[in-house]
C-alpha cells in the first residue's frame, strides 16, 4: 500500500465525538499516524506479518494503520469505552480485524513474548503528571521486538536517559520531528489551532 | 476478543499470583474467516502456552487440536499444514463476542460484551 493511500484511507476514520480533557484525548492525524506506521514497516519491518498492540488506541487509528500494513494481529488497547466503541465502528467501516481490550495500560499485566511492537501516541502528561513515562515503561515491558512512540520534542533528553537507564532499552533513536497539529478542542485552547514539536521514536528492549 | 489476545491476558488484582490464564465462559461465539499465514502461525506456536489455548478453545466450542502440544517437527514441515490450519482457526478466527473471563484465584468476572473485555479494576482491586 502506499503512503497517500493510506493516509487516504485514515482520514476517513471517526474522531472522538466527545473528548475527554482528563485523559489527553487528541486524534492522531492520519498524516503522522500514516508516516509513523509506514516508516516503522518500510525501514524496519516492524509491522507487517507481526502481532502489534496499540497503547491508549483511542479511537484506533495507529491499530487501523498496523491493520492496513498487513499486521498478522492487532490489538488496541484504551481506558475509556466511548473511545473504543469509536474504534470498533472504525475498524468495521475499513473491514479489518482489530481486537479491542478495555483496561489501565499502566496497571497491565500481559504473559510471554507474544507482541513484537507496540505503537503509541501516548498522553503527554500535561494532565497527569509522569503519564507519558508510564506508557513508555509499560511498552517496553510488552514489546518484544520495537516501541514506536510520540513525544513532545522539550522532552527529548529526558526521555532517552529514562529509555536507557531505567525501561530496559537497548537502543533509543528519534526516527524524525514531527508538527502536530492540535485543533481546538477544548474550552481552555485560546488559539484556533497550535503546533507541536514531537518526536517520533523507536525504543528497541533489550532481550529479555 | 480472539484467543491470541486472551492467550496474553492475565489478572492483575493487587496480590494475586496465579491469575494466568483467565477461564473463559462464553455466552457468544462467532468465527470470521481471515488469511492463513503459515509463516506467521509456525514463528507463534513457540511463544503460546499450547495446554492454556486447547482449554480455551473448547470454551469456544472448538475441539480440534490435539491436547498434547506437538512436535516442532510436525509444525515445521511444509507438506502438511492441516495442524497449522487448527491453529489458525483458533487463535485468529474464533470470537467471543459476549461472556466473561474468570481469574482462576480468586473467582472475579472480567465482563466480556461486543468482544471487548473489560479489565479495569475497581479501586480495591489495584
Redesign the interface.
Known amino acids: 500500500m502506499k503512503l497517500k493511500q493510506l493516509e487516504g484511507l485514515l482520514g476517513d476514520l471517526q474522531q472522538f465525538s466527545n473528548p475527554k480533557v482528563e485523559l489527553e484525548q487528541y486524534p492522531t492525524g492520519p498524516h503522522i499516524a500514516s508516516r509513523m506506521l509506514f516508516t516503522a514497516e518500510n525501514s524496519y519491518g516492524d509491522i507487517t ?1 507481526k ?1 502489534v498492540a496499540d497503547f491508549g488506541c483511542g479511537c484506533g487509528t495507529l491499530s487501523a494503520a498496523a491493520a492496513l500494513l498487513d499486521a ?2 492487532v ?1 488496541g488497547f484504551d ?1 475509556d ?1 466511548q473511545s ?2 469509536t474504534a ?1 465502528l472504525n475498524a468495521e467501516e475499513l473491514e479489518v ?1 482489530i ?6 495500560v499502566t ?9 513484537g511492537t507496540v505503537v503509541m501516541n501516548p498522553p503527554f502528561g500535561t494532565r497527569k503528571k509522569g503519564a507519558d513515562m508510564e506508557f513508555l515503561s509499560a511498552a517496553m515491558k510488552v514489546a518484544s521486538q520495537a516501541v514506536y512512540s510520540l513525544h513532545k520534542t522539550s522532552t527529548r533528553e529526558h526521555i532517552k536517559r529514562a529509555a536507557l537507564r531505567d525501561f530496559n532499552a537497548k537502543s533509543a533513536e528519534v526516527i524524525c520531528e514531527l508538527r502536530y497539529d492540535l485543533p481546538k478542542l477544548y474550552k481552555f485552547h485560546k488559539r484556533k489551532e497550535v503546533d507541536i514539536a514531537v518526536d517520533l521514536w523507536r525504543f528497541e528492549p533489550r532481550q529479555n | 476478543m480472539r484467543l491470541m489476545t486472551h492467550n496474553m491476558l492475565s489478572c492483575n488484582i493487587k496480590g494475586v499470583t496465579n491469575g494466568f490464564p483467565l477461564k473463559i465462559e462464553a455466552e457468544k461465539v462467532i468465527e470470521k474467516e481471515v488469511d492463513f499465514n503459515p509463516d506467521f502461525l509456525r514463528h507463534m506456536f513457540a511463544k503460546i502456552e499450547w495446554k492454556d489455548l486447547v482449554e480455551a478453545a473448547r470454551s469456544l466450542g472448538y475441539a480440534e487440536l490435539p491436547e498434547d502440544s506437538p512436535d516442532a517437527t510436525v509444525i515445521e514441515s511444509a507438506a502438511d499444514e492441516s495442524l497449522l490450519k487448527k491453529l489458525h482457526h483458533a487463535l485468529l478466527e474464533l470470537h467471543l463476542e459476549e461472556g466473561a473471563l474468570v481469574c482462576p484465584e480468586t473467582g472475579r468476572k472480567f465482563p466480556v460484551n461486543k468482544g471487548i473485555p473489560n479489565m479495569l479494576l475497581h479501586e480495591d482491586e489495584a
Open positions: 506479518d502481532v498478522a494481529c490489538i481506558i469505552p473504543l466503541e470498533t480485524e481486537d479491542f481490550v478495555q483496561c489501565d496497571k497491565l499485566e500481559l504473559k510471554g513474548q507474544v507482541v
